[in-house]
């Protein structure tokens, strides 16, 4: 399984970014999908997460309001919609896939089985 990342880039504090994840897998949609991000001498975090069908998604406490996960099933394609970016926020972000699970996100790394390559988000300040 495949999954490609893009979207990362440059915005200034407060500014705007959405991410796409976007892979050949047929079986996309039957699996919860996942956005996290690891920032230089930290591990890997969850940002978040939505269910095989979008109705179910859950979010880090850092991440409510101002990101939104969507995902679209015809296009093979899970989203990450960042608002009011901060500083803090600056790392590469990942998509994953965990295989195993339909309804409820994991907020555990170690449960997605696979992952892309990462895409990097920058906010200055």
């Known amino acids: 399984v495949q999954l490609q990342a893009s979207g990362g880039g440059l915005v200034q504090a407060g500014g705007s970014l959405r991410l796409s994840c976007a892979t050949s897998e047929r079986t996309f949609s039957n699996y919860v999908m996942g956005w996290f991000r690891q920032a230089p001498g930290k591990k890997r975090e969850f940002v978040a997460g939505?269910?095989?069908?979008?109705?179910?998604?859950v979010y880090a406490e850092s991440a409510k309001g101002r990101f939104t996960i969507s995902r679209d099933n015809a296009q093979n394609t899970v989203f990450l919609q960042m608002n009011s970016l901060k500083p803090e926020d600056t790392a590469l972000y990942y998509c994953?896939?965990?295989?195993?699970?339909?309804?409820?996100?994991?907020?555990?790394?170690?449960?997605?089985?696979?992952w892309g390559q990462g895409t990097l988000v920058t906010v200055s300040s």
């Open positions: 939505i269910s095989w069908g979008g109705a179910t998604k």
């Open positions: 994953a896939s965990d295989r195993n699970r339909r309804v409820t996100p994991s907020t555990n790394p170690a449960d997605y089985d696979y």
